[in-house]
């Protein structure tokens, strides 16, 4: 059984733009606990101004649906305590990004991502030299777990699948 990974396209039109949001978006809710609503909004224009560019008019389209999904299942697994409101805009921000991709890569990349940036950031926390390097880093010490992380590298991880070796 093969993904559908994106295409060279789509990585090579969204991560110029896409790359910077990410690392923003990571950094921020390492530090305060919080995605700004600025990247988020930086997040969502990506899709209308370049995404025309990198796949067909009916997919690009479709980009703006998801975006809506992933916002209203977003808001309910808010309501319900499962993650933040910013992790929720976030999500929403960059779902167009996974257009036309294949729902089960799609599905096994949020799982490990979720994982690997949940145990790289616990890990990270009990190493002196990175404590000592971001001191005041709000989720060294707090309860919850950073999902912008995990969100940013799921995106980036997505996109630059295009250019991995396939048939």
């Given at each position: 059984?093969?993904?559908?990974?994106?295409?060279?396209?789509?990585?090579?039109?969204?991560?110029?733009?896409?790359?910077?949001?990410?690392?923003w978006v990571a950094w921020s809710d390492?530090?305060?606990?919080?995605?700004?609503?600025?990247?988020?909004?930086?997040?969502?224009?990506?899709?209308?101004?370049?995404?025309?560019?990198?796949?067909?008019?009916?997919?690009?389209?479709?980009?703006?649906?998801?975006?809506?999904?992933?916002?209203?299942?977003?808001?309910?697994?808010?309501?319900?305590?499962?993650?933040?409101?910013?992790?929720?805009?976030?999500?929403?921000?960059?779902?167009?990004?996974?257009?036309?991709?294949?729902?089960?890569?799609?599905?096994?990349?949020?799982?490990?991502?979720s994982i690997a940036a949940l145990v790289?950031?616990?890990?990270?926390?009990?190493?002196?030299?990175?404590?000592?390097?971001?001191?005041?880093?709000?989720?060294?010490?707090?309860?919850?777990?950073?999902?912008?992380?995990?969100?940013?590298?799921?995106?980036?991880?997505?996109?630059?699948?295009?250019?991995?070796?396939?048939?």
């Amino acid at each position: 059984m093969e993904f559908v990974l994106p295409t060279v396209r789509q990585a090579l039109v969204l991560l110029p733009f896409v790359l910077p949001i990410a690392i923003w978006v990571a950094w921020s809710d390492m530090k305060v606990m919080k995605i700004p609503n600025k990247a988020v909004l930086a997040m969502a224009a990506v899709w209308p101004l370049v995404g025309w560019l990198a796949v067909p008019l009916n997919l690009w389209l479709w980009g703006f649906a998801l975006m809506g999904i992933v916002l209203v299942i977003g808001f309910v697994g808010n309501a319900a305590g499962l993650f933040g409101a910013g992790d929720a805009k976030f999500a929403a921000a960059m779902a167009p990004a996974f257009t036309g991709g294949d729902l089960r890569l799609i599905l096994a990349l949020y799982a490990a991502c979720s994982i690997a940036a949940l145990v790289a950031h616990r890990l990270m926390k009990r190493v002196p030299a990175f404590r000592a390097a971001a001191p005041d880093w709000l989720s060294w010490t707090s309860n919850k777990f950073p999902m912008g992380l995990a969100l940013s590298g799921m995106v980036l991880f997505y996109l630059l699948a295009a250019f991995l070796p396939h048939g």
